[in-house]
T-cell receptor, first 114, second 117 residues
C-alpha cells in the first residue's frame, strides 16, 4: 500500500496570498488530521476530518480552513498568508472507527511565506 | 484539557548505550493511547511505539520499550543498544480513545537525541 502523500512538498508564497495544500491518505483510511509544526510553537493540531465531516478544529484563525472529499483526500487552505504561517504542515491518516488509533503521517509540505 | 510535557530538550548517548527519554501527561480520561514518534532530519514522522492505557503491561518493540506509570501519568521511552540511526527528535503524544470521537494527537515539545559513535 502506498503511504500518505502530500503535495506540494515545498512552497514559497508572498504575504497576502492564499495557498492550498493537499493530502492523500492511505487507501481505505477515512480519517485525516492536519498539524502545523514550527520551531516556536511545536506541533499544533489544526483540524481533523472523518467521512467528509470536520470533527474537531484547533485554535487557529478562520484563515485556516479545510475539507475532505468523498475519496477521503483532504485539502487545507490558508488565506491572506502571514509571515508566521511559515511552517511544516503535516497530515496524518488512519482507518477511523473505534478500534483504529494508529496514525500514519505524510512527509509534510514546507511552506515559506516571504 | 490534556497536556503532554517533555522536560528534556536535548539528550545525548554513546552508541550501544541505553538512554531514557521522559514524558508526563495530564488527562481526566481513563481510556487513551500514548505514543512515541521519531522525527529524523528528513522530517518524516515515524511511530516508534504505542501503549494502550488499559494495558498494564509495558509495550516493547525490539530495542524500544516504555515504562508506563498510569497513576503517576508518566510514560518514558527506553532505547537500548543505541544506534547512530536513532539520532532524531522524539515526540511523546497523547490521544483520547476513539469513542470520544476524535483522532487528535497532542504532542509534547520533543527531545532531540544525538547518538555519538
Amino acid at each position: 500500500k502506498a503511504g500518505v502523500t502530500q503535495t506540494p512538498r515545498y512552497l514559497i508564497k508572498t504575504r497576502g496570498q492564499q495557498v492550498t495544500l493537499s493530502c492523500s491518505p492511505i487507501s481505505g483510511h477515512r480519517s485525516v488530521s492536519w498539524y502545523q509544526q514550527t520551531p516556536g510553537q511545536g506541533l499544533q493540531f489544526l483540524f481533523e476530518y472523518f467521512s467528509e465531516t470536520q470533527r474537531n478544529k484547533g485554535n487557529f484563525p478562520g484563515r485556516f480552513s479545510g475539507r475532505q472529499f468523498s475519496n477521503s483526500r483532504s485539502e487545507m487552505n490558508v488565506s491572506t498568508l502571514e509571515l508566521g504561517d511559515s511552517a511544516l504542515y503535516l497530515c496524518a491518516s488512519n482507518l477511523g472507527g473505534l478500534t483504529s488509533y494508529e496514525q500514519y503521517f505524510g512527509p509534510g509540505t514546507r511552506l515559506t511565506v516571504t | 484539557a490534556q497536556t503532554v510535557t517533555q522536560s528534556q530538550p536535548e539528550m545525548s548517548v554513546q552508541e550501544a548505550e541505553t538512554v531514557t527519554l521522559s514524558c508526563t501527561y495530564d488527562t481526566s480520561e481513563s481510556n487513551y493511547y500514548l505514543f512515541w514518534y521519531k522525527q529524523p532530519p528528513s522530517r518524516q514522522m515515524i511511530l516508534v511505539i504505542r501503549q494502550e492505557a488499559y494495558k498494564q503491561q509495558n509495550a516493547t518493540e525490539n530495542r524500544f520499550s516504555v515504562n508506563f506509570q498510569k497513576a503517576a501519568k508518566s510514560f518514558s521511552l527506553k532505547i537500548s543498544d543505541s544506534q547512530l540511526g536513532d539520532t532524531a527528535m522524539y515526540f511523546c503524544a497523547f490521544m483520547a480513545h476513539p469513542f470520544y470521537n476524535t483522532d487528535k494527537l497532542i504532542f509534547g515539545t520533543g527531545t532531540r537525541l544525538q547518538v555519538f559513535p
